[in-house]
């Protein structure tokens, strides 16, 4: 857990943020520390202390809802330097499956969506740049080094490198995140 606090925050700093800005103004950092907690917390063995951490861990994430519009639930899966550009509107579905060095804009939304078989939540791979207020939904597998643009649906399978914009989003590239992340 606190390797990966480690370099969610060395990610922020890579952005020009500096220890006291990230700490204590950046709402995005607020939001990822306290789901590294909370999922540390949802992954331990040990039952008795974890209902108790895991009601805390609740509380505090409302909290941190509430004040950043960031909602992360304890169960999501985000590998290492994980970073919010900005704060408000970004909501991840409990069973969100997010590769390592990914970054996501404000009003992002990755959820559920589909019937029967195809019914699920996304698996986003690494490296992967998702624009401010896009939808990433369904059953559906974003490849590593993808780009989805600002105020894109992406409801269908993304291969690596792709470039996505539009309603439904459509790839109008190979050039992935090469300079985005």
Known sequence: MIRYIFSDYKKYKKYGGNFMTILFLNQGFWAILQYRIANGVYKMKLPIIKSILRFMCLIWQKWIEILTGISIPASVSIGHSFYIGHFGGIILNA????????NISQGVTIGI???????????????????ANA??????????????????????????NAVLIG???????????????
């Open 95 to 102: 069973q969100t499956i997010i590769g390592n060095n990914c």
């Open 113 to 131: 969506s589909g019937l029967g078989t195809h019914r699920g939540v996304p698996v986003i791979g690494n490296n992967v740049y998702i624009g």
């Open 135 to 160: 939808v990433v939904a369904g059953k559906i597998k974003i490849g590593d080094n993808v780009l989805i643009g600002a105020c894109s649906l992406v409801n269908t399978n993304a291969e690596e």
């Open 167 to 181: 309603v439904p989003a459509v790839k109008v590239s190979n050039k992935g995140t090469r300079e985005y992340i």
